[in-house]
Each structure stands twice: as C-alpha cells, then as structure tokens.
C-alpha cells in the first residue's frame, strides 16, 4: 500500500463521445459481460469482436448469459459490457460501458464468421455467439489534470 | 484482426479456491463494480483495497452504486466485484469475482481510514467509501493446456 498512501497526481475525467467511445472498445479484444443471473448481479470476462457497430462475444453453452439469451424471445435480454485500458500506477486510461440487448447467433452462417473472428477463453466445445446490439453506448478517459 | 485469426494456444480454466482467489484480489489494486441501475446491469472501475477480508471502495457520492447504497436499509444491496490480470495475447491470467453486500460507510474513524488507503479515480469530492463483504468468491486461472 506505500504506493497508494504517496499524493496521487492530478486527474480529470472527460466524457466520450459514442463514435470514440466505440471506436476504443474495438481497439481491445478483452472486455467483461455484465448480466443478472438468479437475480443477483455477475460479470465474466470475455473477447469480443465489433461487427457493423454490433459486439459479438463468445461463450460456453451452459454459462448462464447464454442460457439466458436463448431463453429470451424477440428482444433478448439486456447485459452490459466493460472493456477499459487503466494504468495500474497512474490511472490514466479509458473505459467504455455498452448497453444492449444480447441474442443468441442461430444462423449458422453468421456463427461462422464470427467463429473465424473470435477466439475462445479456453478449450471448450458446444461454444455460442452472442449478438450484443449498443443501445446506449458512454465511456470516459481519465487524463492527467 | 489477423492476430485473433492464427491458432490459439491451448488453454484450459481451473477454478481457484476461496483463499487464493482473495490473495489475487488484493495483488492488484484495479477492478470493476458490478450492480443495477433502473433495472438494467451496469459497471464501472474503480479501484479496491482488501480491509479484514472485505472490499473496501471509494466511489462518487452521486454515483448510483452510493446512492443504492445509502438507500439500502439493514443489508445494503448486492453487488459484483470483479479483477482480472489476463494477458491480451496469450489470454492467459486469472479472473476472480467476489459477490456480497454493498454498505455505506458512515463512520469518520472507518472511513478516514480507508481514505489514506484508497486513492480515487479522478479529483472529486464528497466521495463514499463503500465497504463489500463478500459472500461469495470464485475465480479462475487460464493456464496453458
């Protein structure tokens, strides 16, 4: 914690705009989705790919967001996703939150292309594609005062 | 998007038990609070330090996490907190989430404290310290297969 207790220097937080806010999310391939799970607030870390000004990520056919999504019907449900790029020293940096409705890819020639895009987490059959459309997309860079 | 299209390296996911999920926890100071705003799923970063085996994190008073918060009678309400160290590359690394209760924390002796230990994102006032006892901690290591 001797790092911490040292006078941090001075940052500011400036609002980005919802081009450049996208834009930086599909600078990064690692973000964390967001979902409601029994009720209770869960996160999971994930890649992603932006495709058309949609976010695709890859999961397990048992993780509960994608149980969820294919259990929606018509607008799928609503998740949110992170991604950010924080110094862990100086916290300078950005973060982008998405919001949106998530569906489940079923044509398998979309699933394809996003096969060929994505790579999973780790070594796992039976794989999903979930379809994230922006709905509200805000981020912010923290940049030195 | 040439990187994400060569062969991946096998990896495989192995849970973490309660201890060194923790012990991960507190090796970072960065992280990401997971909770519900108007109904919908929402995250931010902040950053966290590990008090007596609880999350202790300082976030703007009109922020909706506080707000919930300080609304919330008795328990407080739930939230996720989730870090990660995984490399962009390889995407090997560890995750871990931590689910609990969100309280406010009102005590000058408490909070004055957490403030020489946290540092917050951007130069504000009236920022809240909030304190997350977690109930429920799990984690995993992407390691090569």
Known sequence: MTDDATPAPARRSVDLGHAEALALLG??????????????????PVNHVLVDGDLVIRTHERAALTLRAGQGEG??????????DIDPVTHLGWSVVVTGYARLVTDPGERARYDALLRPWVDRTMEHA?????????????VAA
């Open 27 to 44: 600078s990064v391939s690692l973000g964390r989705v967001v979902f409601t799970r029994q009720a209770l607030p869960t996160v999971r």
């Open 75 to 84: 607008d799928g449900v609503v998740v949110a996703y992170e991604a950010d």
């Open 130 to 142: 979930i379809r994230i459309h922006p709905t509200l997309v805000t981020g912010v860079r923290l």
